[in-house]
T-cell receptor, first 113, second 113 residues
Framework: GENVEQHPSTLSVQEGDSAVIKCTYS??????FPWYKQELGKRPQLIID?????GEKKDQRIAVTLNKTAKHFSLHITETQPEDSAVYFC????????????FGQGTELSVKP | EPEVTQTPSHQVTQMGQEVILRCVPI?????FYWYRQILGQKVEFLVS????????KSEIFDDQFSVERPDGSNFTLKIRSTKLEDSAMYFC???????????FGQGTRLTVV
């Protein structure tokens, strides 16, 4: 069935360093890949997304890259800050089929001051 | 900014009891979803709803679950006979077209005792 694998499960970096989280998806029909940030006890909030017709997208300190051939995509956060500390989830979806999101297992990012 | 709202924020119920979780999606959105997140785990898709009917459901969404849009604004998830393993955070979500950003509610924490 559809599956999204996410690594690492935990990531600890020093403030100012970069953080990279990687995901692999199984369904080749997936064409939409959002990343969500979830703070403790809160709702997931979209931070960036990418569609399958694009290889890279950047928004300030956050970027996402997509390799369709290898079926993997990555989140890059540069110049990390303590407020970036949260759980990050990748997801995959086929937006031609109603937008159901299949989530990865999550990465707990800790940014140490 | 419009947001998905859910009630109640926390519900405690006895095993075997029925519960109804309520959601008000964003008003111009056409696609509605329920997801659940067991504590410390990933977000899991339960069901999607479009044009007043279920468009897709997961294996988790068995006969004990049902969804309804009783009026023009509410979207509900009913669990007929709750089990201990139904304890989780339940997120309602909505999307304009099923082809872009999915917005999540703040969640209902269901505790079955």
């Amino acid at each position: 069935g559809e599956n999204v694998e996410q690594h690492p499960s935990t990531l600890s970096v020093q403030e100012g360093d970069s953080a990279v989280i990687k995901c692999t998806y199984s369904d080749s029909a997936s064409n939409y890949f959002p990343w969500y940030k979830q703070e403790l006890g809160k709702r997931p909030q979209l931070i960036i997304d990418i569609r399958s017709n694009v290889g890279e997208k950047k928004d300030q300190r956050i970027a996402v890259t997509l390799n369709k051939t290898a079926k993997h995509f990555s989140l890059h956060i540069t110049e990390t800050q303590p407020e970036d500390s949260a759980v990050y989830f990748c997801a995959a979806s086929n937006y031609n089929q109603g937008g159901k999101l299949i989530f990865g297992q999550g990465t707990e990012l800790s940014v140490k001051p | 900014e419009p947001e998905v709202t859910q009630t109640p924020s926390h519900q405690v119920t006895q095993m075997g009891q029925e519960v109804i979780l309520r959601c008000v999606p964003i008003s111009n959105h056409l696609y509605f979803y329920w997801y659940r997140q067991i504590l410390g785990q990933k977000v899991e898709f339960l069901v999607s709803f479009y044009n007043n009917e279920i468009s897709e459901k997961s294996e988790i969404f068995d006969d004990q679950f049902s969804v309804e849009r009783p009026d023009g604004s509410n979207f509900t998830l009913k669990i007929r006979s709750t089990k201990l393993e139904d304890s989780a955070m339940y997120f309602c979500a909505s999307s304009v077209s099923g082809q872009g950003e999915t917005f999540f509610g703040q969640g209902t924490r269901l505790t079955v005792v």
